[in-house]
């Protein structure tokens, strides 16, 4: 009986290495881009915090104070032990840190179940002699490879930031086990959805309530209530780096992992390939009169996400203005001396909602080239509807939602302001504010839009000129680059506000270059083939 089932499990795992060295080839950029920016983010924060926020010991128990802020503890925190630069370090970027291995791990996993299943390639490699779990199974080894990676990566990065070897070690086995976590949650998820956005959707979900039950937990108390211990995010900072470190809170994550795994090959066993646990619901048979125009269909294909999007800014903005009232009092170097710490907190929040609009930018106009690839789009353009009117239908429902969101975020940052401060004037100086920053945007839209249309297979530049103008203009000056490097960046020439001004000729010039991209985006696609599916 016992060797019957050995065999049976083997059968089902045939072809395993082969489709481990393909998805480790497959990911050999993607993969690698993530280790590195990850582990290379741990001394430029670190030093962006010692030069501009603690580089005395005034502003450094200055900003420990804020950290035990309540609403400060729903972002950073805890801070363990004693108070020291590194301490800081750790309560103010851990989350983050956390967070970006998670999502790593959740596209990863995603990448090589669902989608291959999606796009119809794994009903081709299953063809040959490849057992049933043998794609699943190499997805979770892809990633438990990532995570190794990304723990020793971290932890020799942790090392040249002073350290101790142990707690080097722990900080780098910490995002290593969240990550290992979301690879075994979206296994799961790609179960039970049949598209690729679902599940990835789901999990980022559930990463959403991890995030929110670690938020809840740190307002409970300083080093973690309750509810801290109920999020994976929480098992990974309760290992309490550099204070009293213990490692096995690491246990709770591996335990959760391995459940998770094993429901995964159960659930993987009982459906069909390319099927679902939650079958998709068949539309109407017919159309409404009021969708059967480019921009509608558009619109429909975007609804979703712009709600979804807009429900995290509206939180997330309303969690960050309700920190403004702690900042008025706080003299960090970060900003000048004689700014308002108040509108300067604002006005950095502003900038950051600004970077949140670009990512959604960014992956709205991608999902119009996977609708290409899958073939969705010679349908449509195969009635009455041309190329420009797709084209340009679906990049105004993305410039508006680009308008939207804005001021949807500046709406909940504006009333988390004035609730915190009772000056109930911030909440439309915000959201103006916040709309001010809609040119260059348009400009992170645009790009992608024109690589679209004359290099389609060159789009993912878009993140990088994103990412990019973000790093600059954020750790530009505390690195010393010239202005000139500075201003290369798109993010770089409108004034933040509302501590800035209003600039109309940066404003111009801003939309002019994205209305060239995008022109040049339609030109390219009337030129090029479409792809076939």
Do not use: C
Not at 161 to 188: C, D, N
Not at 217 to 231: N, V
Not at 285 to 290: D, E, K
Request: proline letters at 5%; aromatic letters at 8%; glycine letters at 12%.
């Amino acid at each position: 009986m016992i060797r019957d089932l050995s065999r049976l499990a083997a059968g089902h795992l045939t072809g395993t290495g082969a489709m481990v060295r393909l998805a480790l080839r497959r990911d050999r950029i993607k993969l690698t881009i993530w280790l590195v920016a990850i582990a290379a983010l741990v001394p430029r924060f670190y030093s962006a915090a010692v030069t501009s926020v603690v580089p005395t010991p005034q502003a450094l128990a200055d900003a420990s104070q804020m950290i035990q802020v309540s609403f400060m503890r729903v972002l950073a925190g805890p801070l363990f032990g004693e108070v020291d630069t590194r301490s800081y370090f750790l309560a103010a970027y851990w989350v983050e840190f956390l967070l970006a291995a998670a999502i790593m791990n959740i596209l990863l996993v995603t990448r090589h179940t669902r989608a291959e299943e999606q796009t119809g390639r794994a009903e081709l490699i299953r063809a040959a002699v490849v057992g049933r779990h043998a794609q699943l199974t190499a997805a979770l080894i892809v990633a438990l490879i990532g995570n190794a990676a990304l723990a020793v990566l971290t932890a020799a990065a942790s090392l040249g930031i002073g350290f101790p070897a142990g707690g080097a070690l722990l900080f780098g086995v910490s995002l290593a086990a969240i990550g290992m976590v979301f690879a075994a949650v979206t296994a799961v998820t790609a179960q039970v959805t049949e598209h690729t956005r679902g599940a990835s959707g789901l999990a980022g979900i559930v990463l959403t309530v991890a995030w929110l039950l670690r938020g809840a937990g740190a307002l409970q108390g300083h080093e973690g209530g309750p509810l801290f211990w109920l999020s994976p995010i929480g098992w990974s900072q309760q290992t309490r780096v550099l204070a009293d470190e213990r490692w096995w809170p690491l246990g709770l994550s591996v335990l959760f992992a391995g459940l998770l795994v094993v429901g995964a090959y159960s659930l993987a066993s009982r459906r069909d390939l390319g099927a679902s646990l939650v079958a998709p619901r068949p539309g109407p048979a017919a159309a409404p009169s009021w969708l059967r125009s480019p921009y509608t269909l558009a619109l429909r294909l975007q609804r979703g996400a712009i709600a979804g999007w807009g429900a995290a800014f509206l939180a997330i903005g309303l969690v960050l203005g309700g920190m403004t009232g702690g900042m008025e009092n706080v003299d960090l170097p970060i900003f000048s001396a004689d700014a308002d710490f108040g509108r300067a907190w604002l006005s950095l929040m502003v900038f950051t909602g600004s970077l949140y609009t670009g990512v959604f930018a960014v992956l709205a106009v991608m999902r119009l080239r996977a609708e290409e690839v899958r073939g969705r789009i010679g349908p449509v353009l195969a009635g009455p509807t041309g190329r420009p009117a797709w084209f340009w239908s679906s990049l105004l429902v993305i410039a508006l939602a680009v308008v939207v969101l804005p001021a949807v975020y500046g709406a909940g940052l504006g009333l988390g302001a004035a609730a915190s401060t009772g000056d109930l004037g911030l909440l439309g100086e915000v959201i103006w504010s916040s709309l001010l920053r809609v040119p260059e945007v348009l400009v992170l839209l645009a790009v992608p839009a024109a690589l679209f249309g004359l290099a389609p297979r060159a789009m993912g530049a878009g993140w990088a000129v994103l990412v990019y103008g973000g790093m600059v203009q954020i750790l530009g000056p505390n690195l010393g680059l010239p202005g000139w490097l500075i201003n290369t960046s798109v993010l770089s020439h409108l004034p933040w506000h509302p501590l800035g001004s209003f600039a109309p000729v940066a404003t111009a010039v801003l939309s002019a270059i994205a209305a060239v991209l995008t022109i040049l985006g339609l030109y390219g696609l009337r030129r090029r083939d479409l792809a076939t599916g």
